[in-house]
C-alpha cells in the first residue's frame, strides 16, 4: 500500500470517484480531514475486509491467550464476569 494522501473533506466532496478510485485502482488511501483534524480514510474494501479479518483473528488469539492463562491459573486466577466485560472493554478502547 501506497503512503495515504491527505485531503480535506470539500476536496473529497468534490472529487469522490476519483478518491475512490485511487484507492482501488492505485491502493492509495485517502486520509479525510475536517476542521485541520484527520477525521476517516478511504480504503478500497479488499484491503479494508483483510484489515477486519486479521483484526479478528489478533482478538481471537488474544481471548484464547487471556482464556489460557486463566485454566493454567486455575481457580485461584478466576474472574466474574463483569470483571471480564470490564477487562475486555477496557483493552477495546
Not at 481471537?60 to 491459573?73: K, Y
Request: glycine share 4%; no cysteine.
Amino acid at each position: 500500500m501506497s503512503e495515504p494522501v491527505i485531503a480535506p473533506m470539500a476536496d473529497v466532496r468534490r472529487h469522490l470517484a476519483d478518491v475512490i478510485d485511487r484507492a482501488h485502482r492505485d491502493e492509495i488511501p485517502t486520509i479525510i480531514t475536517r476542521r485541520g483534524r484527520q477525521e476517516a480514510v478511504v480504503i478500497d474494501i479488499e484491503e479494508y475486509q483483510r484489515l477486519r479479518e486479521l483484526a479478528e483473528r489478533v482478538e481471537d488469539a488474544w481471548l484464547n491467550r487471556l482464556a489460557d492463562e486463566a485454566e493454567s491459573e486455575g481457580l485461584s486466577g478466576s474472574v466474574s464476569l463483569e470483571e471480564m466485560a470490564a477487562a475486555l472493554r477496557s483493552h477495546k478502547a
